[in-house]
């Protein structure tokens, strides 16, 4: 349940819904909007009483929030969240930030080399793998605390931010130290331990699809996290297991734009994993941007051929500078698009 307030509500009308709402035993949540506050009501089995708020000081409304993701809803919240760095750069809105980097971090060069390209081409996050979670037990596992160390000296060299996995609740507090942002990847979209644990840390959190998730139990395992106290939640469409074989995934474009209409929180597109192949990565980052993407993650390695673990779908660094060239263009495009519907 969702109660709006006014937008004159005081903040002491505030506190007493607050109040009111924990005294009958469930638990609440200001959300505070450019418009008005609204406070989320959670944690009840059955329908709230409405009647015990209507009354109350400041309150415009209260309306039932029929999904069953509540926090990370736009019915709870219309507005886009839009997750704001030290550096200044924003996802969500209307911007369109670049995540790129290798699948791994494999060597002192190979990740300073990347970083240096793909922040000259224009990316505004620098991605690898230090832990890496990977189908066999015998395939390169990743560098771990020194892939992490590298991670480090290659944004102290760049300025770029780190983006990273973390892989379950033993390694978190260390990636948490180094990462900008935590990526909890496709394995783990329903590990609810590992959910509630990046939901207690004050860091930005990827959340990836599950290879054979419905786009409702990608929202709410998003909602265990926003639940637990992290609200800088971005979803990422990278590709769900089908019936196709010729494609390593099939990318879901619709899942981009269902996301944008079913939640507030930043939506990024992985084109790497979608496809699995690097010839097929620039057709659809260009898809996920003008399907309405915040941003792309996008895997690139100075040498794919020697790569550890992806390198079929990687993209050499020309052609990643291609692409963005593509996506300034079509951005352009859109821009005069929005311009001409106004
Ligand atoms: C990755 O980003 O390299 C990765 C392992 O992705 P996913 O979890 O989507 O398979
Ligand atoms: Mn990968």
């Known amino acids: 349940m969702l109660i709006v307030m006014t937008p004159e509500a005081t903040a002491e009308e505030i506190a007493i819904v607050l109040d009111r709402v924990e005294s009958l035993g469930f638990q609440a949540r200001a959300l505070p909007g450019a418009q008005r506050t609204a406070i989320a009501v959670t944690g009840n089995e059955g329908p709230v009483p409405a009647d015990r708020f209507e009354s109350l000081g400041g309150v415009r409304e209260v309306v039932r929030v029929s999904a069953p993701y509540k926090l990370v809803s736009r019915e709870v919240k219309p507005e886009d969240t839009v997750i704001t760095f030290a550096n200044g750069v924003r996802v969500g809105g209307d911007g369109f930030e670049v995540m790129a ?34 189908t066999s037990p015998y395939a390169f596992q990743g560098l771990k605390a020194d892939g992490l160390e590298l991670l480090a000296e290659a944004r102290e060299a760049t300025g770029l931010l780190v983006i990273t996995e973390v892989k379950d609740t033993e390694s978190l507090p260390l990636v948490a130290e180094y990462a900008d942002v935590l990526q909890v990847g496709a394995r783990n979209m329903q590990n609810f331990s590992l959910l509630e644990a990046v939901g207690r ?6 959340l990836k ?134």
């Not at 060597?107 to 990977?134: C, D, H, N």
């Not at 840390?201 to 990827?206: E, N, R, T």
């Open 101 to 134: 980097g290798p699948c791994a971090v494999e060597s002192r060069e190979q990740i300073l080399e990347t970083a240096r390209v793909v922040k000259a081409a224009g990316a505004s996050f620098l991605r690898g793998g230090a832990y890496k979670p990977r």
């Open 209 to 342: 699809r599950g290879m054979s998730a419905t786009i409702k139990e990608l929202l709410m395992a998003a909602e265990y996290i926003v639940n637990a106290g992290n609200a800088q939640v971005m979803l990422c469409e990278r590709g769900i297991r089908t019936f196709e074989t010729m494609t390593r995934n099939t990318f879901d474009v619709a899942a981009i734009h269902m996301l944008r209409h079913l939640t507030h929180l930043p939506v990024i597109g992985d084109p790497s994993h979608g496809i699995g192949l690097w010839h097929g990565v620039p057709a659809l980052a260009r898809a996920s941007l003008v399907a309405g993407a915040h941003g792309i993650i996008v895997e690139v390695h100075p040498s794919p051929a020697d790569a550890m673990s992806d390198g079929p779908q990687s993209l050499k660094p020309y052609r990643f500078e291609r692409l963005m060239r593509e996506l300034e263009a079509i951005r352009g495009a859109m821009r005069g698009l929005d311009a001409e519907a106004r």
């Open 201 to 206: 840390v004050d860091k930005p959190v990827m």
